[in-house]
């Protein structure tokens, strides 16, 4: 992403006005070197035809405004990548069914609104009595109060001058959302929903609280949405839903490390935990680590190359709690199907676990 992208955005954060800042580029832009010879000429066309393609887009259909007790549904291919804003609703249901660029959503009170998959921010400013399902890169809001937020955010939220919310993890299905997480190149396994940073924490009556659990579904009206199914809804979930801060039910806990490689293996093991019974997926994170916080968190299992064979590279670390977990983990990449990806699956031992978590999941910081 351009600079064009930080500037629309930041400067919208700061108050400038949707209407006066639209561009029809959206949030995104690409510079570079021009390019010479007969191959930069066909780059300089694609170029030509993306730009006339995009000043072809209509402002007006990338903005809802002063809408009162409606339903608004934009299907997938209606956004398309462009930035998106609502402004002065009230009382709606809107369901952004597509991949967007960024999201500002200003003055709304009463609003039931599902963001699907951005690429950047999502900012909510100025609104009251929301429940809002979000999927986004950075989440912040700011003055805001009695609000409800169900969250795939692969930073830490961000909460300012706003009392009264509660988090959830993002619980939503549809058919396209796998497809359009992946445009937006958001990492289903790295939800930070629960590691809320507080500007104005107030330590004696915080302003933020989790959601009740039970609670999550309710908040969207998805009868309302045209065209969506049940079949849809409960599908097998794309997004996995993790307890993050809640009470983890049981004290027995399996640490695993998903070498980089090991995306084909990652879902099989996380479908495992959510098939059986009492167990639970606590806490997931992908990342890129230094070579020493790599030899820190690998240095149990005596495979003296294996930091630097990681260096450079994502890898994703799963923590999950239930009776008995770590042994039947343990058996099952040693007797089931998951055998075929041991290589690049690593369980910490027990007497390291919970040190190696606590690092990886609350003190390593990502790289930027």
């Known amino acids: ?3 064009s992208h930080y500037v629309s955005c930041l400067a919208q954060e700061f108050g400038i006005k949707s209407r006066a800042f639209w561009h029809p580029m959206g949030c995104g832009s690409s510079t570079g070197p021009k390019p ?4 930069g000429k066909k ?3 694609v170029k030509v035809e993306e730009k006339r393609k995009k000043s072809n887009l209509n402002p007006a259909d990338y903005v809802l405004s002063k809408r009162n007790g409606e339903v608004i549904v934009k299907d997938a291919g209606t956004i398309d990548g462009q930035q998106f804003n609502v402004e002065e609703c009230k009382d709606c249901d809107i369901f952004l069914m597509d991949h967007i660029a960024c999201v500002f959503v200003d003055e709304c009170e009463g609003c039931r609104i599902f963001i699907g998959p951005t690429m950047s921010s999502v900012m909510i400013r100025n609104c009251s009595s929301m429940n809002c399902v979000i ?3 950075q989440f912040r809001t700011r003055d805001c109060t009695n609000c409800k937020f169900s969250l795939l955010c692969t930073t830490e939220p961000i909460i300012e001058t706003s009392t009264q919310l509660q988090f959830a993890c993002f619980e939503f299905n549809y058919f396209s959302l796998r497809a359009q997480l992946s445009e937006a190149q958001l990492n289903v396994w790295n939800n930070k929903w629960w590691m809320v940073h507080d500007f104005n924490k107030n330590s004696e009556k915080p302003n933020w609280s989790l959601l009740p659990k039970g609670e999550v579904q309710t908040l969207l ?5 045209n065209g969506l199914t049940e079949d849809e809804l409960n599908q097998e979930r794309v997004v996995p839903v993790t307890l993050g801060s809640r009470q983890w039910p049981s004290e027995e806990t399996c640490f695993i490390i998903f ?3 090991a995306d084909a293996y990652i879902g099989a093991v996380l479908n495992k935990v959510e098939a059986t019974e009492g167990w639970e997926l606590c806490r997931a994170r992908s990342t ?3 070579v020493d916080r790599l030899k820190s968190l690998l240095s149990w299992t005596k495979e003296s190359k294996l930091p630097s064979q990681c260096q450079g590279k994502e890898l994703t670390g799963a923590q999950m709690c239930g009776a008995g977990i770590l042994e039947q983990m343990q058996e099952a990449l040693s007797t089931t199907g998951l055998a075929a990806g041991s290589k690049l699956i690593r369980i910490v031992p027990s007497a390291q676990a919970s040190a190696l978590a606590k690092a990886f999941f609350e ?3 990502d790289e930027i």
């Open 1 to 3: 992403m351009g600079n």
């Open 36 to 39: 010479s010879s007969a191959a």
């Open 43 to 45: 780059v300089t066309i």
């Open 135 to 137: 999927a986004c890169q």
């Open 221 to 225: 009206r998805p009868d309302r949405c």
């Open 259 to 261: 070498l980089p490689g």
């Open 288 to 290: 890129l680590l230094d």
């Open 363 to 365: 003190v390593w910081k």
